[in-house]
């Protein structure tokens, strides 16, 4: 088993982006290129819209508590106003809301400060700049104008013949290669990948909080430098992790996280939906698209909520 350190300084990004005496905060969405951009905006030829974010509801696969995984709760919503009990001139009634949720609640981005080891974080950022009140770096604003670009599913599911993979399988670089072959899509830089495990169906199908947070299958250690080497901008998957659960090494938790924020400057999207998108590109025998998916802009945050879409 490689060491996650050695991988992380191999494929480290820290430096790359710096410019004019300025230290980069964005790693690798730095790939998506204006012309990148534009190329993909021209993969939405039919106008088919797929919806990849799952909705921001209580019934969410997140439970809370000790079912495993980070503790973290679904989107609680609270009405402030309903409408009731206004008396204003002329008749009219208005409803206001409230949210209460973790940013790393339902379909999300990672931002660059989510993960540090050794005391650092991406580009050489000190740990230490995240405090309660914030990330002073690296925070999900400096992505404000990402992510959008071309992306490309690799249907690791379908390609297997099964609703999902199990809890704790890998997903080797070979396998990924496998899939894109059948699928006909080569990968090009600056691409957004989204890698389907089956993880969002067995949630559709058992409605099982408990078990979709308990382990995962996903992406293992090697796959870092199969994303480097295919200058990916980042990547997205319809488990909570990116990367399978358990893990390779019973020492180390969340590898991949470490490598690919830390050390390469990735930013991860979680808990995607790509059901609707994977029939349709069976049907069709289109796996890429032009996706967008922006985080909202909160101050100093290390993550984000996204309503993430893909169009044909
Ligand atoms: C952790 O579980 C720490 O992170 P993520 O939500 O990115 O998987």
């Given at each position: 088993m490689d060491d996650f350190r050695e991988v992380g300084r191999r494929l480290s990004n820290w430096?790359?982006?710096?410019?004019d005496g300025q230290r980069d905060e964005?790693?690798?969405?730095?790939?998506?290129?204006p012309e990148r951009v534009a190329a993909a905006a021209?993969?939405?030829?039919?106008g088919k819209v797929f919806d990849l974010g799952i909705p921001l509801?209580?019934?969410?696969?997140q439970p809370g508590g000790?079912?495993?995984?980070?503790?973290r709760i679904n989107p609680i919503l609270l009405l402030a106003?309903?409408?009731?009990d206004q008396d204003f001139p002329g008749g009219m009634h208005f409803a206001d809301d409230y949210v209460f949720m973790?940013?790393?609640?339902?379909?999300?981005w990672d931002g660059l400060a989510h993960i540090h080891y050794d005391g650092q974080m991406f580009n050489?950022?000190?740990?230490?700049?995240?405090?309660p009140h914030g990330?002073?770096?690296?925070?999900?604003?400096?992505q404000a104008k990402g992510i959008v670009g071309r992306g490309v599913l690799v249907d690791v599911a379908r390609h297997r013949g099964v609703d999902w993979l199990a809890a704790g399988e890998v997903i080797t670089p070979d396998e990924l290669d496998e899939v894109l072959a059948a699928q006909g899509v080569e990968l090009r830089g600056g691409d957004i990948v989204a890698v389907r495990t089956g993880w969002r169906r067995k949630f559709l199908t058992e409605g099982d909080p408990a078990s979709f947070m308990a382990g995962e299958p996903g992406l293992g250690l090697a796959s870092c430098e199969w994303l480097h080497r295919h200058e990916v901008a980042a990547v997205c998957s319809?488990?909570?992790?990116?990367?399978?659960?358990?893990?390779?090494?019973?020492?180390?938790?969340l590898p991949v996280h470490m490598v690919l924020i830390?050390?390469?400057?990735m930013t991860l999207g979680e808990i995607l939906d790509f059901e609707e998108l994977s029939e349709d590109c069976a049907a069709d025998?289109?796996?890429?698209f032009f996706l967008t998916a922006p985080p909202i802009?909160?101050?100093?945050?290390?993550g984000s909520p996204i309503n993430p879409l893909a169009i044909k």
């Open positions: 430096g790359r982006w710096d410019a964005r790693g690798t969405t730095n790939l998506i290129t021209r993969l939405a030829r039919e509801g209580s019934d969410g696969p000790g079912a495993g995984g980070p503790g106003e309903t409408g009731a973790p940013l790393q609640s339902a379909s999300q050489g950022f000190p740990a230490t700049d995240v405090t990330a002073k770096h690296l925070s999900i604003e400096t319809d488990n909570w992790a990116v990367e399978a659960l358990p893990g390779e090494d019973e020492n180390v938790i830390r050390d390469m400057g025998g289109r796996y890429d802009k909160f101050r100093r945050a290390v």
